[in-house]
Nanobody
Framework: VQLQAFGGGLGQAGGSLRLSCVPS????????VGWYRQAPGKQREQVAVLTFGGSTTYADSVKGRFTLSLDDAKNAVFLQMNSLKPEDTAVYYCYADRYYVGNYYQDWGQGTLVTISS
């Protein structure tokens, strides 16, 4: 599955940004969709992931500030980021998990840079 991500860019502390991701397959053919991020010098970490038939899991650092949502008509997944902090600066990756012919696969988008100034 190819994942095309949009949004990101420069923002200010306390502000908001929204990321969008459009999978090449129907979202409901997937096990899960969501977002990870990787800050400079750090490992990639989960930000928010929705498991279909389950719930959305958020990183503690973004709970109450970030919201993952879906638009079935557009086959898109969004990450609304509010009350942004400089430590939210990272490359954000759209993520999908799928099951195919007996195996699970993880697919990643190209990454979009979010930079938050203080």
């Amino acid at each position: 599955v190819q994942l095309q991500a949009f949004g990101g860019g420069l923002g200010q502390a306390g502000g908001s940004l929204r990321l969008s991701c459009v999978p090449s397959a129907s979202m409901h053919s997937l096990n899960a969709v969501g977002w990870y991020r990787q800050a400079p010098g750090k490992q990639r970490e989960q930000v928010a992931v929705l498991t279909f038939g389950g719930s959305t899991t958020y990183a503690d650092s973004v709970k109450g500030r970030f919201t993952l949502s879906l638009d079935d008509a557009k086959n898109a997944v969004f990450l609304q980021m509010n009350s942004l902090k400089p430590e939210d600066t990272a490359v954000y990756y759209c993520y999908a998990d799928r099951y195919y012919v007996g195996n699970y696969y993880q697919d990643w988008g190209q990454g979009t840079l979010v930079t938050i100034s203080s």
